[in-house]
């Protein structure tokens, strides 16, 4: 019989790991809450199962998604990204049923979501890492544990929540005085959000660089990196555009950067793949920040450079195979750029297009263009999911000519019905400091001319609306 | 033989004419669509025969002006300036005419001195020859035009208007050229401009004769109108007197009152010897057989009354108001009054008003005040604000007498003398402040407007803003041809339409289905746009929507309410100017806003005394006849 993989997600990364279960010769399993019942994952799957009425409750539900996979004899779970991707009860939850969780194991899951402990870890390794303290004591002490950070390596620092994440539970304090105020508030704050009032500070790393390492490592003790990635250019700490390689010209910095990604991952006996997070300052210094314990919604660009189906290498490790070709067989070939095209409005905070229906939907193709996509024409923005349309990935061989094509592609792009991230993106493409790859995480705050455009429908659209309206009103106000 | 081409100075265009034996032509295209079309002709047809206009080598071809840059942005939903520009690129060599009605520019009042300098220079920079004009042949109203004409470098081109009657003899019209050349000097080409068609081809050889004895150096310009049929005759008379430019319009276009076929009058001319000089006779038909295809879809805008109208030698009505005025006659349900109005009372409020030349704006005056004498019942009972400015002065002086006493008391009651003497007169429009006008169409817009569309919101406010938003929301849709812009009743399913966009893209849009969507009470149009299909929801316009929209109210109710304060429209017609605020208080006779229909003025008068409670009426807004113009509160 076949082996069965259930895909415990949606969107578009459900359809990518439901594309390389099929390829794999595997029986993708989908599961659904009903909000999705008209979505495309449930399409390309060989077999779905509702889960529930959600929204975004059964797909966080771990015992409603085990169940969905003994039902369907799934022998292994992929979690995607999101929801229960990096929960470690989930993971612990699937190997206690007897599933293949498709990503390291549980207890490392736990220990690298435990931002204190992975510091621990990786100071174990002699991983740098942003000067910073380990739990604050309750009470006075940590109060004045904190003072006396403050005054060692100067302000801005940054307090955050021990089991915060996600840009959540972080707070910027500038002075002494406010330092003191807000550790308490920190912690009751922290306590209602993740039950948990632990707090801990870290120096603030001016506008640094974010890079990344892609990771792969099996069971049987190989660790490899597909490279960096430069996911920078982020608002709010959600990244918008990333790249990979990353483009700092100090290649002998990058190389060191792979290697402590590496020497991180065996540090935390990391098997699968995962992510190495960095921040580079201006000084060239990098810091450790933290490790992803999941495919990253980025990884397309690190598989376009390497040629390495990273979420097919995934499933294989998973079932135990060992790790097919060696560091030196990973070649780094050109540049790749991936852009998220959501249904939000840049020019209005990136509110969602919640609610809004895709009317046209027109994809560019051609040479060294790749599509991850969940939408289609009629396709129903969700209010209650994420608003990720379709992410754009393209390869060149050098950066001037990635830059190029995929200002060609967005020029190609037609998403009418809800606004998108695309006529910024085109803005993007065509600014001086993006071609020279001059950018860093202050980048959307220092280039607000971005957001200067007005979203124009195409000609076409516009006289093909006269024509409708003609048509319907039977009665042509031009023509009396 | 030098042809004359776009570019050449008034200097080298005279002496080239004057060293020429040939007369030469204008193809009055833009006179012949609004005077047998509408003006509604579109540019696609107009860029259609362009190669062929071109090589037929015309001395000019008069593409602008008049009503036409109203009527561009008002239905036919296209830049004048954009419409120019398009053409010259197809048309490198031909000089483009305009009309230009002096004071009153485009429009139908006079505007301020400096709205019509900005707006001469702008379309200067597109306009070759400026044929202007003024009703009353009052030189001073062309005075600004003409200095900015000249010092653009552009030709100019003075008209004396004609009519007939005993006043309009030969030594009045020498005196009026006499006049015009005092103030442009000799450089220019003089119009004779016989919009209505009037006259016999003796008359009009006789008045050129006359000129070309006292100015025999100067060009003369024949400009006629064939409502009569017979404007060939004159044409020929003219030439053969001594006019050296003559205008006529493409055959497959001529209808009844515009200009008449170029080819009739080339071969009449050839037997009297007389050949024009540049034109290509070849190219004048090829011009016609590829604008033959394109009449059928214009067969709406035809003049309602077929034939030609001989009668216009009794009521004058210029050859450009002839398919209107029928127009309004059968939308208004008074067809039946016509021989009445056009043989009656016409021309009897032509004598009575002065005699002058019924031409734009003086020819909407005495249309309307005929219609409303006829319809009203009551003789000049109900004039216009138009009518009033007129036996102001505010026009200019009446040429050859005044209007009887009996009608000013008419109008203006029994203090008319006082009123005559206190606001009688021409008085010079004040400037207006250009620059806070471009502030509040930069925030009608929502951005920067162009220099351009400054000038065609001084034009027309409204208008041009519903233009630019229209433009803005349908785009450039000059580039679908007649049979897909003015197609009546909606298209076929499966129906396809291609046409390349302004930008030269290619595109094909195939008509598809309507589907109401019951759920959200809208209906679906589907179309495939270049091969991807795309939904266009509209609202289902219910009934009671539309009911709720026509209030049935009867005119002696509108009066009566009027006397409670409650102002409501009296017509149909345009809010174009609030004259009171909120709060305001106001007196029975008070002007209380303008309202605007026909391109007539008329202001609607507070009938009692009292504060403005609330104005209900929005600037710009279309209003049927009962509709709530303002509440006052009586005192």
């Known amino acids: ?480 | 033989m030098e042809h004359i081409i776009q570019g050449m100075s008034i200097k080298e265009v005279l002496s080239t004419i004057r060293g020429t034996d040939g007369y030469f032509i204008t193809n009055t295209a833009r006179d012949l669509s609004q005077s047998d079309f509408k003006n509604r002709i579109l540019l696609h047809t107009d860029l259609l025969a362009a190669p062929a206009r071109e090589k037929a080598k015309y001395l000019s071809l008069e593409i602008t002006g008049g009503a036409s840059i109203h009527v561009d942005i008002l239905r036919k939903q296209v830049d004048p300036f954009l419409k120019l520009k398009l053409l010259r690129e197809k048309m490198p060599n031909t000089m483009f005419q305009t009309l230009c009605r002096g004071v009153n520019l485009f429009g139908y009042r006079p505007y301020p001195q400096n709205v019509i300098r900005q707006t001469v220079r702008e379309f200067a920079k597109y306009v070759d020859v400026w044929r202007v004009f003024d009703f009353l042949n009052h030189i001073p109203n062309m005075q600004a035009v003409f200095e900015e004409v000249q010092a653009a470098g552009k030709i100019l081109e003075p008209s004396i208007c004609f009519s007939t009657g005993p006043e309009h003899t030969n030594d009045y019209y020498l005196s009026k050229v006499a006049e015009i050349l005092a103030v442009t000097g000799d450089d220019i080409l003089l119009c004779i401009k016989n919009h209505g068609g009037l006259g016999t081809p003796k008359r009009i050889g006789s008045l050129v004769e006359a000129i070309k004895g006292k100015f025999p150096d100067l060009v003369i310009h024949y400009h006629g109108h064939n409502t009569d049929g017979n404007d060939v005759g004159r044409i020929t008379a003219a030439v053969l007197n001594g006019a050296e430019i003559i205008d006529a319009a493409d055959h497959a276009f001529t209808g009844y009152y515009g200009p008449p076929p170029i080819l009739t009058v080339i071969d009449t001319l050839k037997d009297y010897g007389k050949n024009p000089a540049t034109v290509d006779v070849e190219a004048v038909i090829e011009t016609s057989e590829v604008l033959r295809n394109e009449r059928e879809h214009y067969d709406y805008f035809e003049s309602q009354f077929k034939g030609f109208s001989p009668t216009v030698q009794i009521h004058k009505l210029p050859g450009g108001a002839m398919g209107s005025s029928f127009e309004q006659a059968v939308k208004g349900g008074f067809l039946d009054q016509m021989p009445r109005i056009l043989h009656e009372e016409l021309p009897k409020v032509q004598i009575e008003l002065g005699n002058w030349w019924s031409v734009t704006p003086g020819s909407q005056i005495i249309w309307t005040t005929a219609v409303s004498n006829v319809l009203g019942g009551e003789r000049y009972g109900n004039p216009s604000g138009d009518l009033k400015n007129l036996l102001l002065g505010k026009y200019g002086p009446f040429p050859f007498y005044q209007p009887a006493d009996w009608i000013y008391e008419k109008v203006f009651g029994s203090d008319w003398q006082d009123i005559l003497a206190k606001e009688g007169g021409k008085e010079d429009i004040e400037d207006i402040d250009l620059e806070q006008e471009r502030a509040s169409l930069t925030k009608r817009l929502g951005t920067e407007p162009t220099e351009q569309q400054l000038v065609l919101y001084l034009q027309h406010p409204n208008d041009a803003v519903d233009f630019f938003k229209f433009e803005e929301e349908f785009g450039h849709v000059y580039v679908l041809p007649p049979s897909v812009f003015l197609r009546r009743g909606g298209y076929e399913v499966g129906e396809t339409i291609h046409f390349k966009d302004h930008y030269g893209k290619e595109h094909i849009i195939e008509i598809g289905p309507k589907q109401l969507d019951k759920n959200e009470g809208k209906w679906n149009i589907y179309l495939n746009v270049d091969h991807q299909q795309r939904i266009y929801s509209f609202q289902e316009e219910s009934a009671a929507a539309t009911a709720a929209k026509a209030p049935e109210i009867s005119g002696k109710e509108i009066t009566e309410l009027a006397q409670t304060g409650d102002m409501r429209a009296p017509f149909s017609a345009n809010v174009c100017d609030i004259k009171v605020e909120e709060g305001q208080q106001v007196k029975a006779g008070d002007t209380l806003l303008i309202m605007e229909a026909m391109k007539m003025q008329t202001p609607v008068n507070s009938e009692v005394d009292g504060t403005v409670a609330e104005i209900f009426a929005e600037l710009g807004q279309s209003l049927k006849a009962g509709d709530k113009l303002l509440q006052i509160e009586i005192a």
Not at chain 1, 60 to 78: D, R, T, Y
Request: proline content about 4%.
């Open chain 1, 1 to 480: 019989m076949k082996k069965k993989i259930l895909i415990a997600n949606r969107g578009e990364i459900a359809l990518r790991i439901i594309r390389a279960v099929q390829e794999l010769g595997y029986t993708a399993a989908a599961i659904y809450e009903k909000p999705d019942n008209e979505a495309l994952h449930i399409r390309a799957a060989d077999e779905a199962v509702c889960i529930g009425d959600g929204p975004r409750v059964d797909y966080l539900n771990i015992n409603k998604v085990i169940a969905a996979a003994q039902k369907v004899g799934a022998c292994a779970i992929h979690p995607g990204y999101g929801f229960l991707a990096e929960n470690p009860a989930f993971a612990k939850a699937c190997e206690d049923a007897g599933l293949i969780f498709i990503g390291p194991a549980s207890e490392v899951i736990e220990n690298l979501g435990n931002k204190v402990i992975a510091r621990e870890i990786m100071a174990k390794a002699n991983i740098p890492m942003v000067p910073g303290t380990s739990n604050l004591t309750a009470g006075e002490a940590g109060t004045a544990e904190a003072v006396e950070f403050g005054r060692k390596y100067g302000y801005p620092i940054m307090l955050k929540a021990t089991s915060g994440g996600g840009g959540r539970g972080i707070r910027r304090i500038e002075t002494e005085a406010e330092l003191v105020e807000s550790i308490p508030l920190a912690r009751s704050e922290a306590q209602a959000a993740f039950n948990d009032d632990r707090v801990y500070l870290e120096k603030v790393v001016l506008t640094p660089k974010h890079v990344e390492v892609q990771i792969i490592a099996d069971k049987w003790g190989t660790v490899l990196h597909l490279g960096t990635r430069d996911c920078s250019i982020q608002r709010r700490n959600q990244k918008l555009v990333e790249i990979a390689p990353s483009l700092i010209k100090d290649q002998k910095l990058l190389d060191t950067i792979c290697q402590t990604a590496v020497v991180a991952a065996r540090a935390a006996n990391y098997t699968n793949a995962g992510t190495v997070e960095f921040l580079v300052d201006h000084e060239m210094n990098f810091y450790f920040m933290e490790i992803n314990t999941r495919v990253q919604v980025e990884h397309t660009v690190s598989e376009m450079i390497t040629g390495i189906d990273i979420v097919r290498t995934q499933i294989k490790l998973a079932m135990g195979k060992k790790l097919s070709f060696s560091q030196d067989d990973v070649q780094l070939r050109g540049h790749a750029i991936e852009m998220r095209i959501n249904a939000e409005d840049p020019q209005n905070n990136f509110m969602p297009e919640g609610g809004k229906t895709v009317s046209v939907y027109r994809s560019p193709g051609g040479y060294g263009v790749r599509l991850d996509g969940f939408v289609y024409q009629g396709y129903k923005i969700p209010e209650v999911y994420d608003s990720l349309l379709v992410k754009l990935t393209v390869h060149g061989y050098s950066w001037n000519e990635t830059v190029d094509r995929m200002r060609r592609c967005l020029h190609n792009f037609v998403i009418a019905g809800p606004k998108t991230t695309i006529p910024f993106y085109q803005n993007l493409v065509n600014d001086q400091d993006f071609q020279n790859g001059q950018f860093d995480t202050s980048y959307l705050e220092t280039h607000e001319h971005l957001f200067e455009y007005t979203d124009q429908r195409t000609e076409v659209n516009k006289i093909a609306r006269l024509i409708a309206e003609i048509h319907f009103r039977q009665e042509n106000p031009y023509a009396i």
